[in-house]
């Protein structure tokens, strides 16, 4: 298993490099330059201006050794500047990470510790009233767009009832800042953001445990006298997790795809909301930085299920 991890981490360092490469291609591919839209059209001489803005970036170089510095001072932890706010771009990424890390964790384990549960008892008693009721209530979640989700739940527990802030990660106050404080604001985009993922948790567990209480060890584990609840933890659950656990890793993808619409609905200070004003401004620094985060993300959370997926699968050997 060791070997195996270790093996997995080295192999994402091409798939990493190969996104550099794609992303910075892409980001220099695309009509436009921050310059253009960040200086006043009616200065004098502002085609001379802008040329003198892109030498000093460094923009009139071969795109070879553009790529080649960037990479360089990336991974040297100089990420360069933004061109329209003027500050370090790892000191704008740094707080919004956090912010998205809270989102997302909070995502997760809200999904995690309602789909599971839900899931099981639909199991438990399958094709009852309570199978229908909770397979209706969620295909209808399940239809229901995220940011449309989003702003029903701004409306009824933001604007109406006043539970909870309509926008932002953090408030106002001596608790500005504090851990309760950002678990308070993220709360009504973590509900947004799991919408779809919560349903998919709560269907695969039914189905999966479902087709392994059918199966023909689990008949035999009740046949040799096995306790209902013995059987349940060692055979039952622990083997319709397995397909749940892919779905983890892919949930990370679908998180950080679904936080940047959110985030930008609910003006939650995170890398969604960062990655959105930095393409609306062609800030390219910031845009190469996020997207490299981001793919960073979904990589890790593929490797963390293909190991959880070998930890709770004994079937599996890797060599």
Do not use: C
């Amino acid at each position: 298993m060791g070997v195996y991890v270790i093996r997995r981490v080295f192999g994402l360092i091409p798939m990493i490099f190969i996104i550099t490469v794609i992303a910075f291609l892409m980001m220099h591919a695309a009509p436009g330059d921050a310059f253009s839209s960040i200086l006043n059209p009616k200065i004098k001489n502002i085609n001379e201006l802008q040329e003198a803005l892109r030498h000093a970036a460094g923009y009139d170089q071969p795109l070879i050794m553009q790529y080649v510095t960037w990479i360089k001072n990336f991974f040297t932890g100089d990420w360069g500047y933004s061109y329209v706010k003027h500050e370090p771009v790892l000191s704008m990424i740094t707080p919004a990470l956090v912010n998205t890390v809270i989102l997302s964790l909070m995502a997760q384990i809200i999904s995690i510790g309602l789909g599971i549960p839900i899931g099981i008892l639909q199991s438990r008693f399958p094709y009852s009233k309570f199978d229908y009721t909770t397979s209706t209530i969620l295909f209808i979640f399940f239809s229901i767009p995220s940011f449309i989700f989003g702003i029903i739940l701004i409306y009824v527990f933001a604007i109406n009832l006043g539970f909870f802030p309509a926008q932002g990660a953090v408030g106002f106050g001596p608790s500005a800042g504090s851990l309760g404080d950002h678990l308070y604001h993220a709360f009504l985009p973590a509900i947004a953001l799991i919408l779809l993922s919560f349903v998919a948790h709560t269907r695969y567990i039914r189905g999966a445990m479902l087709d392994v209480k059918s199966s023909d060890y689990t008949r035999t584990a009740y046949a040799k006298g096995l306790k209902e609840s013995k059987v349940f933890t060692k055979h039952v659950f622990r083997n319709a997790m397995i397909p749940s656990i892919t779905q983890w890793g892919y949930d990370i993808a679908a998180i950080v795809g679904g936080s940047i619409i959110l985030e930008g609905l609910f003006q939650y200070q995170g890398m969604g909301l960062l990655t959105i004003d930095a393409v609306n401004n062609r800030d390219y620094p910031v845009i190469m930085a996020t997207t490299i985060i981001y793919a960073v993300a979904i990589l890790i959370g593929n490797l963390i299920a293909d190991i959880l997926y070998a930890v709770v699968d004994p079937r599996i050997r890797y060599k």
